[in-house]
């Protein structure tokens, strides 16, 4: 490499190095050709895909940690998992069985076990969708501190809640029991609903992240809209009854049957509830449940990758 030197008017000598190959070339093609990329570059989806199984045992860790973090302060500690639920059933049976009468022809021992079943299955739900709309928002120094699928955020906060599902479904077993409705085949079909549901919520989880990183004060907005979602879903009363009381039209019946927390409760009453037969599910129901599963578990996680590189920036 040779240095060109040369003498300035005042006598000072400048040197300066010779010209660069790679002199004139753009930073993309600089990047190309030493073979850089961008820092914090969001990988291909099925990449992406692979980083987050990777980070199986982290979430599950995770999740774990949150759950038993969630009740540490109060002197009861995890009763609360299954006492905060069953305190709400009881207000709503007080609220819609007692006073308003909304059980309809069902005897006490069908409504409660009813009851019951529609605020443990929509809580789960509710649960994973105000848990994700803070994911990513509430654990920003996670999130600028460490490299890792951001996904992994808003699924731990799903998973959490499917654990604490199930420390419910005992106690359900329990009291279903107590009022006559004895374990059958139809149990069975806890395990598929419950999969499903799962999926769907944390597609729903994903979406909410994404979109509470942005706009904070959705998780002020998002328990008015979940309220509204409840009374929509029957959980506390036969929703095609009510409907069919009021004279709705057939097609509204059929809409507000097929929404996937309606779907999702019903299922599970049907598996576990003694008299909620088949002619109590909207038509086609298990390809609803598959359907919205898959819907909002694919569309989910593609909507939540695609602003991967943005989180806990700005």
């Known amino acids: 490499m040779s240095i060109v030197s040369e003498t300035t008017h005042d006598g000072a000598v400048a040197v300066s190095a010779p010209p660069s190959p790679d002199d004139g070339l753009s930073a993309a093609e600089l990047a190309k050709k030493y073979g850089l990329a961008v820092s914090g570059a ?91 709309v803070r994911a990513i928002a509430g654990n920003l120094g996670l999130v600028r501190a460490l490299h890792f ?84 879903s029957g959980v506390m009363y036969s929703l095609a009854d009510q409907l069919k009381k009021a004279h709705a039209p057939h097609w509204l019946i059929d809409v507000l049957g097929a929404n996937p927390a309606a779907v999702y409760i019903d299922l599970m009453r049907f598996s576990l509830i003694d008299g909620f037969g088949a002619n109590k599910l909207p038509p086609h129901v298990w390809a609803l449940a598959g359907g919205w599963a898959l819907l909002l578990g694919v569309g989910g996680f593609v909507y939540f990758w695609k602003a991967e590189e943005r989180y806990g920036r700005g």
């Open 42 to 132: 969001r990988p291909g989806l099925a990449e992406y895909a692979r980083q987050l199984w990777e980070r199986r045992h982290f979430i599950v860790a995770f999740s774990r940690a949150k759950l038993t973090a969630q009740y540490s302060q109060a002197k009861l500690g995890q009763v609360w998992q299954v006492a905060t639920p069953l305190l709400n059933a009881v207000v709503y049976f007080f609220i819609f069985g007692v006073l308003m009468g909304a059980h309809g022809s069902m005897s006490r021992s069908t409504y409660i076990p009813f009851l019951v079943t529609g605020v443990f299955v929509f809580t789960f739900t509710q649960s994973s969708a105000l848990a994700g």
């Open 149 to 232: 699928p951001r996904a992994a955020l808003p699924v731990s906060f799903a998973l959490q809640q499917l654990q604490q599902l199930l420390y419910s479904m005992i106690v359900l077993a329990l009291l279903l029991v107590g009022f006559g409705h004895m374990p059958g085949p139809s149990w069975l079909l806890i395990l598929p609903t419950l999969t499903l549901q799962f999926v769907f919520n944390t597609g729903l989880a994903l979406i909410l992240a994404r979109m509470g990183s942005k706009t904070p004060d959705l998780a002020q907005l998002l328990p008015f809209v979940l309220r509204t979602w409840m009374y929509a």
